[in-house]
């Protein structure tokens, strides 16, 4: 199979944040940054599919500016084959207009699949997969927790609000990968040498005017200080006349 | 200003809660800015006509039905192209649907299909002149966006819980339109749903959430968090990664930054330490409450109220006394 997978890199989730001077971005300093879980299960997921359905090829991309670069070796470290970098200056809050750069790139790749997380840590908007989807005109599965390719056909299990859902599609597709599906895989150290060998092609992205910005970022107010109302048992009476007279939601 | 097209979610045919929610986050916006219409769009097997008393009653003026025994499910490609549709004939300003299952699915394919800028998970939305202006919480709510988008017309995704389910009745005009698409010819086709539970209340939708972590040491234990559910009447039933990790409870339940993110009128964490993951899912629920025997536990910081304890104990205790309660009205 022919897969692409789509990339974010995106600041441990652990990290506290502050905003940088700017007043509309986070200050980077000091944050480590990787591939975001959820794309790194679909960069596991691709691999699995490839190992099993041999002769195949999974290539990487990733939307962003050269710090993005680290992010495709770590890919390729993983065991993709190849990496491209669409480049731009910075990165964008316009989901749109990465999905038409990824999708004007994709188009003639010819990818049976191309897989995204289901969201990133970050933004956790979950645009950019489903809208290439529309723009390749393909079939699109999001929130995959399960997912299983025979005979040029797919199956997913998608978890929704108190239901599963099971679906079939036709290739190619978009998948978007939810947590659970698979444990990503730690680079082996024959795997980080060759990832300094494969092909990491760099092509400027065509974002045009972004039409999404950024006019700020702040920190959410703190939630007042919690009181504890007692110890054991012995509490309960006084937590349920705050919950009925205080709280009102008894 | 022009006005706004809603996208009201069903689910077998009946209206969700945040339908409610998006139809009064559109109607309040309209009223904030001069007046317009609220346009309410339901793709149902049957029956919408049904729903225009409960959209009018939370302010949509104009109902619009599109039937098809194929809109039993959610027909994602059909329902994308009939709200594309619809939002293409012009007059709207703005396309909202919830950040739901379905609305996460669906913001995206209408903004592409319209060439629109598109937001998701949306807390705030003004107008400010040609632009639009919404806050979007970040980096696991640990951080809130201010986006503009600029464009004739917008898609948003409205966080479910985020707007408040308002009454503002009028009697909406029902409209009847054709799908835009045809619903059973679908490239990904829905083979089977498998309920969570019958009549079991969704993470979503619950007003009252009572949600257990590793402090509970066993699954048997989980029937505990059950009963003081049961008793509240009005609750579902949640728990921390760690727990659906152990597979004491199905994914589907898990709260956090990669489940599930609650906001409930009440929130009972049991057993719960409080991990920052954990925060993520449920810090902007209204009240917190939180028992657990380590009084150092970083959930207290959160929590309302706190009781320091065993949850063995403490929780039949607090069971019991709900019940009574509850009983006494």
């Known amino acids: 199979m022919k897969i692409a997978v789509c990339l974010k890199r995106t600041p441990d989730s652990e990290s506290r944040f502050r905003i940088a001077g700017s007043g509309s971005a986070i200050d980077e300093t000091g944050l480590k940054f990787d591939i975001d879980d959820f794309a790194s299960y679909a960069v596991e997921v691709a691999l699995q599919i490839n190992e099993k359905q041999a002769p195949g090829e999974t290539v990487a991309f990733a939307v962003g500016p050269d710090a993005v670069q680290e992010t495709l070796r770590k890919a390729m470290s993983m065991g993709v084959d190849r990496a491209v970098q669409l480049k731009t200056d910075a990165p964008t809050y316009d989901g749109l207009a990465i999905a038409k750069a990824l999708a004007a790139e994709l188009k003639a790749g010819g990818f049976d699949l191309v897989f995204f997380g289901k969201h990133a840590f970050d933004t956790s908007g979950g645009i950019v997969g489903t809208a290439t989807a529309e723009l390749l005109g393909v079939a699109c599965v999001t929130s995959a927790s399960k997912l299983e390719i025979a005979s040029g056909k797919g199956t997913a299990r998608r978890e929704l609000e108190g239901v599963a859902e099971i679906v079939e599609f036709s290739l190619p597709a978009v998948v978007t990968i939810d947590e659970g599906i698979a444990r990503p895989r730690y680079p082996s150290l024959k795997g980080i040498m060759a990832a300094k060998k494969k092909p990491l092609e760099t092509k400027p992205a065509q974002l045009g005017q972004p039409r999404v910005t950024v006019k700020g970022m702040s920190l959410p107010p703190d939630r007042p200080p919690g009181r504890i109302v007692g110890e054991g048992v012995a509490a309960v009476p006084e937590l349920v006349r705050l919950l009925r007279s205080e709280a009102k939601v008894l | ?329």
């Not at chain 2, 009128?265 to 380590?294: E, P, W």
């Open chain 2, 1 to 329: 200003m022009p006005n706004i097209l809603v996208f009201a979610e069903t689910r077998g045919g009946a209206l969700r809660k945040v339908a409610f929610e998006t139809v009064s986050a559109a109607r309040a916006l309209v009223d904030a800015n001069g007046g317009g219409q609220v346009h309410a769009l339901c793709a149902v097997p049957s029956g919408g006509a049904g729903l225009a008393e409960q959209l009018g009653k939370h302010g949509a003026d104009v109902v619009l039905t599109a039937e098809n025994p194929g809109f039993a499910n959610y027909a994602r490609e059909a329902v994308a192209a009939t709200v594309a549709a619809r939002a293409k004939s012009g007059g709207y300003r703005a396309v909202l649907v919830s950040f739901s299952a379905q609305g996460r699915d669906l913001a995206p394919r209408l903004a592409a299909k319209l060439d629109a800028p598109v937001a998701a998970d949306v807390t705030e939305i003004r107008i400010a002149g040609d632009s639009v202006v919404v806050k979007h919480p970040v980096y696991a709510n640990k951080v809130i966006a201010t986006l503009q988008l600029d464009g004739p017309l917008v898609v948003l995704s409205t966080r479910p819980g985020a707007f408040p389910v308002t009454e503002t009745p009028r009697t909406a005009t029902v409209e009847s339109l054709a799908p835009a698409s045809d619903p059973s010819a679908e490239k990904v086709v829905v083979k089977e749903m498998q309920e969570g539970g019958k009549g079991k209340i969704d993470l979503g939708e619950a007003p009252v959430i009572v949600a257990g972590g590793r402090g509970l040491k066993a699954p048997e234990n989980f029937k505990l968090v059950e009963d003081l559910a049961a008793a509240f009447g009005n609750a579902a039933v949640g728990a921390t990664r760690a727990v659906t990790d152990e597979g004491w409870r199905p994914h589907s339940d898990q709260i956090g930054q990669t489940g599930r993110q609650v906001s409930p009128q009440l929130y009972v964490a049991v057993g719960i330490s409080g991990a920052i993951q954990h925060l993520a899912g449920m810090r902007s629920s209204k009240t917190i409450v939180a028992i657990n025997k380590d009084k150092e536990a970083p959930i207290f910081k959160v929590a309302d109220y706190g009781i320091v304890g065993d949850v063995l104990e403490v929780v039949p205790a607090l069971t019991q006394a709900v019940r009574e309660a509850k009983a006494s009205g």
